[in-house]
């Protein structure tokens, strides 16, 4: 892969920073290329499939998310497409624009918001999907089913075990204190 290290040199530059602190290398092989395996598909489909439609993949995990659930809570599809409410405010805006998603008041509580598909929104989501299952059919060509169906229960074991005990390993990280806001990475003003 051009422009990255192989992870042979990846492990040799760590441990030539380290010295003699212990890196479990088999570890940081599995993190290492889960990242790089889903930055990659993601810029496939963006550069693909998604590109002639003009949605971006956290815009078309949004509509497949109220597509396949139906009308939710605002709060109930940030959660599912995995991406913060305000993110999904920014998303949804300019799918409303386009006129692929409604936005609704809670009719039991005004406070909250329900997402809908539009009828055009529906039509683009029966249509792109099957180009979409396409491109998963294609990213994954050289795995077997049976090596395709076991990739997808080893990444399964890892969000399971995020979603299971990552909060108690937070607090045990942080010594049972919140965690402070993030930042963008600017400096504050003084």
Not at 18 to 45: I, K, N
Not at 70 to 93: F, H, P, W
Not at 107 to 114: N, V
């Amino acid at each position: 892969m051009s422009g990255h290290r192989s992870i042979g040199e990846t492990e040799q530059a760590v441990q030539a920073k380290l010295g003699d602190t212990p890196v479990r290398h088999e570890r940081m092989a599995a993190v290492a290329h889960l990242y790089r395996a889903a930055a990659a598909v993601r810029q496939h489909f963006e550069n693909s499939v998604l590109r002639g439609v003009e949605l971006t993949w956290t815009s078309f995990v949004v509509l497949w998310v109220v597509w396949i659930g139906g009308e939710r809570e605002t709060r109930q599809v940030a959660e599912e497409a995995g991406i913060s409410k305000g993110t999904l405010t920014g998303v949804a805006r300019t799918l409303q624009s386009r006129g692929l998603l409604e936005r609704k008041a809670h009719p039991a509580d005004g406070r909250l918001a329900l997402l809908a598909l539009t009828p055009e929104g529906e039509r683009l989501m029966a249509r792109v999907f099957p180009e979409f299952n396409a491109e998963e059919a294609f990213v994954t060509e050289g795995l077997s089913d049976d090596e395709a169906l076991d990739l997808a229960d080893l990444l399964h074991r890892i969000v399971a075990q995020i979603e299971n005990r990552g909060e108690e390993r937070r607090l045990e990280l942080l010594d049972g204190q919140e965690p402070h806001p993030r930042r963008s990475g600017r400096r504050a003003k003084r």
